[in-house]
């Protein structure tokens, strides 16, 4: 498979060629790994994932996207406004993965990571693997958020396996192929979870399928919460934003945590607990 034809085939997996928009939902759970101690069950979740394709000419693509993820009790499925964490025993405000948009520019010469991307093919399904290690600035330094950074490098890694049918993605006349992708990640401690100064990591896993119905694939519960509070996720993005405008949990929970400071949360200096709920201000 050519570049151009690798590119284009993973791209209508996950969106839709002709520029309409697609809506795709990702259940799963994520785990808290603390080191020589357990590995705990913080959360079930459930994420939104909107998407449209806007060609630009010779071979790229603006791959325009917002997500939301939201975590719920693993018992009840119920979307958390707090939690009590099982480490610390502190209950804590809960800070939901907004990000909007998350764009990115997809191109067969030139682009972030480029093609072909590794794929295998048995019988009829083809699978794309995508695994992306990211290193950069931390935005929430350990100096000025003690409680929110573990160090002043964000480190996570993002695994995908993008599965559909061989048959509609090799027909021409297919502009959307259905998509099935298992997705896992790892990395820091969440910022609300206020544990900057502990070991340990979060991995997600979860199952994402593209609904080729639209919005009637979600589920109830997280249509009607979505649509109540978080409207902007059921629809695609139609305005292009450059990159240096996409969000991501730290940089989102920055914004938060700058909010609360200036509201006279964490204490003397600032430098306390913004999040917590029984002992707000500390």
């Not at 993973?10 to 839709?16: G, V, Y």
């Given at each position: 498979m050519d570049p151009e034809t690798n590119l284009r085939t993973?791209?209508?997996?996950?969106?839709?060629l002709s520029g309409e928009?697609?809506?795709?939902?990702?259940?799963?759970?994520?785990?808290?790994?603390?080191?020589?101690?357990?590995?705990?069950l913080a959360f079930e979740t459930y994420g939104v994932g909107a998407t449209r394709l806007d060609y630009q000419g010779d071979g790229v693509w603006n791959f325009h996207h917002r997500e939301v993820l939201y975590y719920m009790d693993p018992k009840t499925g119920e979307i958390l406004d707090t939690w009590t964490n099982p480490v610390t025993g502190r209950?804590?405000?809960v800070l939901h993965i907004l990000n909007d948009p998350v764009n990115r520019i997809s191109k067969v010469k030139g682009g972030f990571i480029e093609p072909p991307f590794d794929h295998v093919i048995v019988g009829d399904r083809i699978v794309f693997q995508v695994d992306v290690f990211r290193t950069k600035k931390n935005p929430i330094s350990r100096k000025e958020y003690p409680l929110h950074s573990q160090q002043d490098v964000y480190q996570s890694c993002e695994l995908w396996a993008i599965s559909s049918s061989l048959s509609d993605c090799v027909n021409p006349d297919v502009t959307s192929a259905p998509n099935h992708t298992a997705w896992a990640r790892?990395?820091?401690w969440l910022p609300f979870m206020e544990m900057g100064?502990?070991?340990g990591?979060?991995?997600y896993h979860s199952q994402s399928f593209k609904f080729m119905n639209g919005l009637d694939g979600l589920p109830k519960y997280v249509r009607d919460y979505t649509a109540k509070n978080h409207p902007q996720y059921l629809e695609a993005p139609k305005e292009w934003k450059g990159l240096s405008e996409n969000?991501?949990?730290w940089s989102y929970a920055k914004k938060i945590i700058d909010e609360k400071r200036e509201q006279g949360r964490g204490g003397p200096g600032g430098k306390g607990s913004v999040f917590g709920v029984s002992d707000a201000g500390m």
């Open positions: 993973l791209l209508k997996i996950q969106a839709d928009g697609v809506i795709s939902g990702f259940g799963g759970k994520a785990w808290m790994w603390v080191p020589v101690e357990a590995n705990y209950t804590v405000e790892n990395g820091m100064n502990r070991a990591h979060m991995v969000e991501n949990t």
